[in-house]
């Protein structure tokens, strides 16, 4: 074998790792619709009494340091607190609905116990 087939042989290995390394370091993209789906979410969460449970302010406030992140192209931590927000205001939603079910179930309870008070006198 020539050393220039040589080169050839050894060299193309070399520039194809090179380009992969180099695609694999790059193809990190901003989470952007991660974050925009928990942008979202945060807003219906605050439709649904939400915000009054501290969740939802620690939603917002990792969404805002997820920004931050992007700004910083640190992607990985932008994703991830992301993520995080969006935990955050699935819960803070979730126990919104709770509070608004155990509030429902006593108003339902007041007007069984009404209608009980109402038979019974109108059985006498």
Same mark, same amino acid.
């Given at each position: 074998?020539?050393?220039?087939? $040589?080169?050839?042989? &050894?060299g193309t290995p070399i520039l194809l790792g090179s380009f992969?390394?180099? #695609?694999?370091?790059? +193809?990190?993209?901003?989470?952007?619709?991660?974050?925009?789906?928990?942008?979202?979410?945060? $807003?219906?969460?605050?439709?649904?009494d939400a915000r009054d449970y501290v969740e939802l302010r620690?939603?917002?406030?990792?969404?805002?340091?997820?920004?931050?992140? &992007?700004?910083?192209?640190?992607?990985? &931590?932008?994703?991830?607190? !992301?993520?995080?927000?969006?935990?955050?205001?699935?819960?803070?939603? !979730?126990? #919104?609905?709770?509070?608004?079910?155990?509030?429902?179930? &006593?108003?339902?309870?007041? +007007?069984?116990?009404?209608?009980?008070?109402?038979?019974?006198?109108?059985?006498?």
């Open positions: 074998m020539t050393t220039k087939k $040589l080169r050839h042989w &050894v992969i390394l180099f #695609a694999g370091c790059s +193809s990190k993209q901003p989470p952007t619709e991660k974050m925009a789906t928990t942008e979202a979410f945060i $807003l219906n969460a605050q439709t649904k620690q939603a917002q406030d990792k969404l805002e340091q997820a920004k931050a992140a &992007v700004q910083q192209k640190e992607y990985d &931590v932008a994703e991830r607190l !992301a993520d995080q927000a969006l935990m955050d205001a699935k819960l803070a939603e !979730a126990k #919104a609905e709770a509070a608004s079910s155990r509030k429902a179930a &006593v108003e339902m309870q007041k +007007s069984i116990d009404t209608l009980k008070r109402e038979v019974d006198r109108a059985t006498r």
